[in-house]
């Protein structure tokens, strides 16, 4: 089993800057994606950036540029930088990590953290 818990959310103006942290604890696989998701209301759960245990990072369209993903292994937290925020980036932001079965690359474990709302005002 594994434990996300996140931190550092709140609310700012348009054009502000959030760093949220998610550490994760417990049956960690050296094969591993961390990443962050956010549901606004009324709205999907969507991708924001994801980052493996390799260094390989993915992000939405609507946060290249303006959001950065890091992750510090020895600590297994991840980090998302948050700059130039705008309206629409308010949201829930799930912190999430997946095992991968080191051999077969199948996903093994799939957890969710509790979420941490993000507000950004105009």
């Known amino acids: 089993q594994v434990q996300l818990v996140e931190s550092g959310g709140g609310l700012v103006q348009a054009g502000g800057s959030l760093r949220l942290s998610c550490e994760a604890s417990g049956r960690i696989l050296s094969r591993n994606r961390m990443g962050w998701y956010r549901q606004a209301p009324g709205k999907q759960r969507e991708l924001v950036a994801t980052l493996t245990s390799g260094g390989s990072t993915n992000y939405a369209d609507s946060v290249k540029v303006r959001f950065t993903i890091s992750r510090d292994n020895a600590k297994n937290t991840v980090y998302l930088q948050m700059n130039s925020l705008k309206p629409e980036d308010t949201a829930v932001y799930y912190c999430?990590?997946?095992?991968?079965?080191?051999?077969?690359?199948?996903?093994?474990?799939?957890?969710w953290g509790q979420g941490t709302q993000v507000t950004v005002s105009s």
């Open positions: 999430n990590l997946k095992n991968y079965n080191p051999i077969s690359a199948a996903v093994t474990g799939d957890y």
